[in-house]
């Protein structure tokens, strides 16, 4: 499976960004697809997941009410909806992606399939 992660941009406070995961080479309903960052000097933190066949969605406590998570069978791709930003949301965006029934989709450690990172600044 190959995840190619974009839509990073410059916005300014109060901004939106919609990312896109296009994944091409396996079955894409079944896969798990979550979005993490890592912002300089920081650790990778876990942002959203769509589970496989798109039964469950989960949400760090920072994206509740302001980030979508998303996916289109049709299109292979998982969006993640940004509303709202603030500086603190200003870090490399990741996509990964697991077949395995068993994941937990909170656990970058867990996903077999990484995209290339897509960068978000946040700034006046």
């Known amino acids: 499976v190959q995840l190619q992660a974009s839509g990073g941009g410059y916005v300014q406070p109060g901004g939106s960004l919609r990312l896109s995961c296009a994944a091409s080479?396996?079955?894409?309903?079944?896969?798990?697809v979550g979005w993490f960052r890592q912002a300089p000097g920081k650790g990778r933190e876990f942002v959203a997941a769509t589970t496989r066949y798109g039964l469950q969605t989960h949400y760090q406590d920072f994206a509740k009410g302001r980030f979508t998570i998303s996916r289109d069978n049709a299109e292979n791709t998982v969006y993640l909806q940004m509303n709202n930003l603030s500086p603190e949301d200003t870090a490399a965006y990741y996509c990964?992606?697991?077949?395995?029934?068993?994941?937990?989709?909170?656990?970058?450690?867990?996903?077999?399939?990484w995209g290339q990172g897509t960068q978000v600044t946040v700034s006046s």
């Open positions: 990964a992606g697991d077949q395995t029934t068993t994941v937990n989709p909170l656990n970058a450690h867990e996903y077999d399939f």
């Open positions: 080479g396996g079955n894409f309903k079944m896969l798990t």
